[in-house]
């Protein structure tokens, strides 16, 4: 089976000659897909008989993704997608017209903006809790910036744009997505779990550096789940006109050579002198994705669907060729696949070491994060306490009662403030166990692959492994008490007009060690939410590749009457796409 980065047509479509104004508009906002649809639902229909016959669980997230895939009535969902300032923001204010988007210095919050076409002009912010509430333009920044609503503390879900400007394009939703970062935020979660919904994506990429191992992770993902995509090579007015087109070709040859498709390229900047780039992107958007709606629309869910046959396929021919050679080659293939299967203890031995390793760094990453905020919780802590203490007044116990109450909230206060800053300091520990995790799969479905063409001399790729992470849970905020012992029983024996300078010098000067005992601890608590997150990972790859060995060993060990399931499968499936049947 060609992977699923191959699957899509060969050779970018030409970009139309025509302006952007001799486009003729559906006249329905959202078109419903009908006859196409149901002919997907069938199809998704069959194959789901098929995968549940021959137990092939592997194929579950894609078809997970192909049911979500499929509403009754949707527009084009357009993601844009990228890494920090690789000019998102920028491109989609462009596009409507105006400084919508705030451009800052600072990254995105994990808040994903959707942008469509409306009869007049509107923001509505919808909350984490399902409430709505209209706001100004100007109060756009409050909510999607990392200045004014850090790591995302205002609990945004999502920011809802409708603008008269984007008639043009009212059969679609542009996404403008945060940049790439987080493996739980929103960012990552709309590159890897939200990316099946997409109708098509703008890859975003600057001119310098031009390309990353991230973007084309990125790339080979979206291309699974549309055939409509393009790289936006922006911020090319930095360099030559020479520079651009050695960056296009150097981008063009990668993804070609990586990934086996060819992609759309178009340079792109926001500034005077490059109208004719922008309006050339324009035209390509509206020809390919506007004016032909519902064939986009049906092409994109056809497109997931045929991925999905095309690995279901793969599975079944398996079955199909162990049935036809002798009985030497199977018993071959069952020798070196059981050898693979029983080498999965080792493999899992690895997996679980490796996790534990991570788990230590994150440790220490999220120590060392936390601990470098020390300086300014505990300086908004002490200008706090000056001007708090000035208002305690009677004897030390009832002085000790005041410092107590206001430490409770003063430091439940900041550690609250502080505590979606563990999702950023865990981010780079937990994207590497997912990535170390996928390769030790990957190598382990090549070594699976190699016995299989050793055996049947087939090729073999098996389903794309794509573990489904849960973010880990923010931990709760515990304050302990700040004395060990009851000071309100002793307070007669305390004058305190003599010492209460004396005395509330004491209690600021435990305010450093409350503050980084609360800091460490938040540390430890989000050590231990990583942990069940790397562990379900690591349990995941496990659980995929003892699937896989089985699968296999199932497949090659059929008996003639799963023999004739298996042709009579074979047939189902190529009554929905004969061509990639007779491509086989």
């Not at 990353?212 to 993902?221: F, I, N, P, Q």
């Not at 002198?273 to 629309?297: N, P």
């Not at 788990?359 to 908004?380: C, F, M, T, W």
């Not at 382990?444 to 849960?470: C, H, K, M, N, P």
Request: glycine share 4%; hydrophobic share 45%.
């Amino acid at each position: 089976m060609a992977s699923a980065d191959r699957e899509i047509g060969q050779g970018a479509a030409e970009v139309p000659q025509e302006t952007a104004t001799t486009h003729e508009l559906p006249t329905r906002t959202i078109p419903v897909v009908t006859a196409g649809r149901a002919f997907l639902e069938r199809g998704l229909a069959v194959v789901k008989e098929i995968q549940a016959e021959f137990r092939l669980d592997s194929l579950n997230p894609q078809v997970r993704a192909i049911e979500r895939a499929l509403p009754e009535e949707r527009a084009v969902n357009v993601a844009v997608v990228g890494r920090f300032k690789a000019g998102k923001s920028s491109f989609l204010n462009q596009m409507v017209g105006r400084e919508v988007l705030p451009v800052d210095v600072l990254p995105a919050t994990s808040v994903i903006t959707e942008l469509a076409y409306g009869p007049e002009d509107r923001v509505v912010v919808r909350f984490g809790d399902g409430r709505e509430e209209d706001i100004g333009f100007e109060d756009l920044p409050d909510y999607v910036t990392e200045k004014n609503n850090p790591e995302n503390v205002k609990q945004v879900a999502v920011v809802l744009i409708e603008l008269s400007s984007l008639e043009p394009f009212r059969t679609v939703r542009f996404v403008d997505t945060p940049g790439l970062g987080s493996i739980f935020s929103e960012t990552t979660k709309t590159s890897l779990n939200w990316l099946p919904d997409i109708g098509a994506a703008v890859v975003a990429l600057t001119v310098d550096p031009p390309l990353a191992e991230s973007d084309l992770r990125l790339l080979r993902d979206v291309l699974r789940y549309t055939p409509e995509v393009i790289i936006l090579l922006t911020k090319i007015d930095q360099v030559g006109e020479e520079q651009v087109k050695a960056v296009e070709a150097f981008i063009a040859s990668q993804v070609k050579t990586r990934l086996g498709h060819e992609t759309p390229i178009f340079p792109y900047s926001t500034r005077p002198g490059f109208e004719a780039q922008r309006e050339r992107l324009r035209a390509y958007l509206l020809e390919r994705v506007v004016s032909h709606h519902r064939e986009r629309l049906e092409e994109i869910l056809s497109h997931k669907l045929r991925t999905l046959v095309r690995e279901c396929r793969e599975y079944l021919a398996l079955a199909q060729t162990a049935a036809e050679v002798s009985d030497s080659a199977r018993a071959e293939l069952l020798e070196l696949t059981r050898r693979e299967q029983g080498n999965l203890d080792q493999v899992g031995r690895a997996i679980r070491v490796l996790a534990r390793d991570l788990l230590r760094r994150a440790h220490d990453k999220l120590v060392e994060g936390y601990l470098s905020l020390l300086p300014a919780v505990l300086a908004s802590v002490r200008e706090d306490f000056d001007r708090s203490s000035r208002t305690w007044r009677g004897h030390l116990g009832k002085t000790s009662a005041a410092f107590q109450e206001w430490a409770d909230v003063t430091l439940r206060r900041e550690m609250t403030a502080v505590i979606p800053r563990g999702e950023k300091f865990l981010a780079p520990v937990l994207t590497e166990a997912e990535s170390h995790f996928k390769r030790a799969v990957r190598g382990f479905q090549d070594r699976l692959a190699l016995a299989i063409e050793t055996a049947l001399g087939v090729r073999f790729s098996g389903a794309t492994f794509q573990a489904e992470i849960e973010p880990p849970i923010a931990p709760d905020v515990r304050i302990d008490k700040t004395f060990d012992i009851p000071l309100d029983l002793v307070w007669f024996l305390v004058p305190m007009p003599l010492f209460r300078r004396l005395i509330y010098r004491r209690l600021r000067s435990q305010l450093p060690w409350e503050v980084e005992k609360n800091l460490t601890r938040l540390a430890v608590q989000w050590n231990e939410a990583a942990k069940r997150s790397v562990e379900s990972i690591a349990s995941q790859a496990e659980e995929f590749m003892a699937r896989e060995a089985a699968t296999v060993i199932e497949l090659a060990t059929s008996t003639e009457a799963k023999t004739k399931q298996v042709k009579v499968a074979l047939a189902r499936l190529a009554e929905i796409y004969p061509d990639e049947a007779v491509a086989r």
